[in-house]
């Protein structure tokens, strides 16, 4: 189960980095800065996966933990329709007030066009098939499927991948770099989109896992316990955007070289915790299941692999970024100031990385056991109570430096409050109920 939802999720992060990368071949800073202003609402569209995909997938797996196979297949119905429509109408609010948004996330006059550009394909024309893809890959992984869940994942990133020179070298003009980035992601996500499709076809219509409401609805505890773990997972995830988006906006009041610099760590710093994302996606089903089946043995297995794999992924992370974070900057651009900064901000963000893990990783514990509220109090008080606040205070404190310190004394406090939850509210191994 971890195997494969790693494996998806780094080739999630060489694709989403890819953009960047090919656009920093054009050693134009603002064409770099643009792509990164918009990372943190194309990030909403995966918030909005995680309301329905995680939401949905958790109870699917406790479900069939406690041998519950129709109600599970109503449940999955009902997530992908929540998912299409919610996808929906985000994408068509962002495409009808596209300047304001831009200009609130700091787009300025160097930066505007590209960034318009690249949010109408990667937002507005590709936000469906994006959120849907991810849906699609949680509720098939929650039902044991994880090989197939990550193969979707993993074709529409090398496609990406492969898409990106193309349409930015050859396809598009020069100075529509951008434009072709953004295309080639629209188009990657649309294929990964029909790929589930044909999963789904092959599956058939007595899968746990279907389009056809021929079934009904959930029962009305199960539509609760849906948004009970999907809606605090979509409001943390909503909320680490809204962190970048705050950082972005304090970078950018330096100069636009400190907001490209800053945008290529934020890529950077993604590979150990896309990695941690994916050892998580993996553990989620598995502790789920054990957890409604009363396999207490199994649950804690999963737990202890689980979290000592991601914390020696997370120190091998911190000695690599330490010892190359130059050649990191590097690959992205040669613009000297550029590289000088970005950096410095990396060696810096890295530390960071362990207590990062940690505190997502007791997020997902609990919304494996369905319990939903607090996982939701443990996001807010993470960005709001801690990252949030401390990049104005450091900020104003010690200037663009202390916002590059502020994840690791923000996360320092989250760690010690995630230990405390989860060692005074982690359930008892048995067969619990629906909405908690």
Known sequence: MIFPAVVSQLIVLIYNMADTFFVGLT?????????????????????????????????????????????????????????????????????????????????????????????????????????????????????????????????????????????MFVLMPDGYEVLGAGMATCLSNCVAFLFFLTVLLRMGRGSVITFFPKHGLPAKASVIAVFGVGVPSAIATFLFDLDYVVLDKLMVSYHDLALAAIGIVLKVERFPLNVGVGICQGMLPLVAYNYSAGNAARMNEAIRLSRRLGLVIAAVSIALYELFAVQFAHLFISDPLTVELASQFLRVRVLATPLMFLSFFTVYLFQAFGKGRISLLLGVTRWLGFNIPMLFLLNAIFGMYGLVWSQVTADTLTVLLSFYVYRRFRPAVGVPSLNT
């Not at 009902?78 to 007030?97: H, R």
């Open 27 to 167: 050693n134009n800073p603002y064409m770099v800065a643009s792509t990164s202003l918009i990372l943190p609402v194309f990030n909403i569209t995966l918030c909005l996966a995680g309301l329905a995909g995680i939401g949905g997938g958790s109870l699917i797996s406790r479900l069939l933990g406690q041998s519950r196979p129709e109600e599970a297949r109503r449940v999955g119905t009902f997530s992908l329709y929540l998912g299409l429509s919610i996808s929906a109408l985000f994408a068509t609010g962002i495409g009808c007030f596209m300047d304001p948004i831009l200009y609130l996330l700091g787009a300025g006059e160097n930066t505007f066009s590209f960034a318009r550009q690249y949010a109408l394909c990667v937002i507005v024309i590709g936000g469906v098939p994006t959120v849907l893809s991810n849906v699609l890959a949680n509720l098939i992984r929650s039902i044991g499927r994880s090989r197939e869940a990550s193969a979707g994942i993993i074709l529409g990133g090398v496609l990406n991948i492969a898409l990106d020179p193309l349409f």
